[in-house]
């Protein structure tokens, strides 16, 4: 049975307790420089690189048990999936998982696990030392279950694509996936394009004339052909970044990347955690973010919520008869991951 219990609310932090953010110093690439911070070796590389990975940002053995949550979860629909046969992987044994891994639907962004993963520590942490303030907000973002050898789904093409509006240049989003099972180079997984994002602003003006791929939204930039001419002509190398369970992978929204499917046996499980500083977002978006939070409903990456999602999955047109509308354990969320809602920083309410 699905629980419908609500979230507990911090007793803390009561309705009318507008949380005032810190004055906002999140200005990352530069004001992290500041002379005589020491910064740590993965912020530099993010900084030089456009990405990183944040060694241990969970330890491995809580990583390990959120894959079970992960793997329970899938097997809790009772469509037949199961983790102990690689046999099972396929469409109509899950729920609606994309060529890409993704999953968007049936509230799977809100369930305990996936708050519980974004709330780590480590996880928090690292986005406050790169942002340079405590007063964050996270996305409600997707779900990867990357399974290996996956005939029944239409291959996944490369789609190398920034996740960020070419107009408005500049550093603005940072992207983050907590990686949860061990992860090599040929385990599937993010690939980004080295340094891309230090070229972002002459690419784009460069680039210009060309014809763009439809996006959805402003803030998706996909690059042709013509666009990965462009980037090897300027020396950046495509990397495939490489993980262990625990690890927390970062990107500048402009450095171009995508993801691959796995070319052995072992799948790709991870969560997609964007932060950035709440000062950054609007009351009306916070306002939806609420609306989005409180409907269970995801958003893409970023976290300022511009776009809200559905959990109603569709197969083949038609709507999945185990679509669900509420998590399957609701989220219990201590002081600081409901500040991550933004809730608190709500201020006519
Ligand atoms: O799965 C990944 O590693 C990257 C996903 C991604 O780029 C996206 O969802 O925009
Ligand atoms: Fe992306």
Known sequence: ???????????????????EPAINTATPSTSSQKENVELDAWHRDLLRDGYCVVKG????????????KMHGWLEGFNLGYDRNDLSTVHKDK????TEKGMCLNYAVTHEDFVWKIRSEPGVVGAFSKFLGTEDLIVSFDAV?????????????????HQDQDPLKPGFRCLQGLVNLLPNGPDDGGLIVCKGSHELSTQFHEEMAWEEKIPAWTNEWYGFTDKGMQWLKDHGC???????????????????????LSSKTKQPRFCVY???MPVADASQEDLKRKK??????VGTTHWPNARHTGSNVAKRDGV??????DRPVEEPQLDERAFRLTGIPYIKDE
Not at 291 to 296: L, P, T
């Open 1 to 19: 049975m699905l629980s419908v219990q609500a979230p507990v609310a911090p007793s803390t932090l009561l309705k009318h307790d507008v949380v």
């Open 94 to 97: 899950l729920p609606l998982i």
């Open 273 to 275: 955690t964007c932060f």
């Open 237 to 259: 190398e495509w990397v495939k970044v490489c993980a262990e369970p625990g690890d927390l992978l970062l990107w500048d929204s402009r450095t171009a990347h995508y993801n």
């Open 319 to 324: 709507d999945d008869p185990h679509n669900r």
């Open 291 to 296: 609306d989005a939070f409180e409907r269970r």
């Open 144 to 160: 990867n279950f990357g399974f290996p050898n996956r005939k029944d789904l239409a291959p996944n093409k490369p789609w190398p």
């Open 57 to 68: 940002a969970i330890p491995q053995e809580r990583a390990l048990q959120y894959a079970d």
